[in-house]
């Protein structure tokens, strides 16, 4: 298995950016797809973005295409998520997942996530 740790989270007023970071120990990172979920404060968990093991399919939730990236550094066994132009309503807190399958191929992204970090908050001021 493997344990992921994200950090990176903070207070941004709107139209800033923030970088997220997700770190995994244990098994090697490249075995894992990899994802985002971020869950606002009420609500129910939400998918924000995905990543396949060699970081050559991405895929995004509506509401944040052409704002965030998401990336991943096998050989430092990191994946990121640059947040650019933040929004109130990106406020969050953001989890990293990491999938045995292959959800990305499935068509399955929501779903995704055999193991998950603690996550890291993230605060939008207006």
């Known amino acids: 298995q493997v344990q992921l740790v994200e950090s990176g989270g903070g207070l941004v007023q709107a139209g800033g950016s923030l970088r997220l970071s997700c770190t995994g120990s244990?098994?090697?990172?490249?075995?894992?797809?990899m994802g985002w979920f971020r869950q606002a404060p009420g609500k129910a968990r939400d998918y924000v973005a995905a990543?396949?093991?060699?970081?050559?399919?991405?895929n995004y939730a509506d509401v944040v295409k052409g704002r965030f990236i998401i990336s991943r550094d096998n050989d430092k066994s990191t994946m990121y998520l640059q947040m650019n132009d933040l929004k109130p309503e990106d406020t969050a807190v953001y989890y990293c997942?990491?999938?045995?399958?292959?959800?990305?191929?499935?068509?399955?992204?929501?779903?995704?996530?055999?193991?998950w970090g603690q996550g890291t908050p993230v605060t939008v001021s207006p």
């Open positions: 244990g098994r090697p990172f490249s075995t894992y797809e």
């Open positions: 997942a990491a999938d045995r399958g292959t959800p990305l191929k499935t068509g399955h992204v929501t779903e995704m996530g055999d193991y």
């Open positions: 990543i396949s093991r060699s970081g050559a399919t991405l």
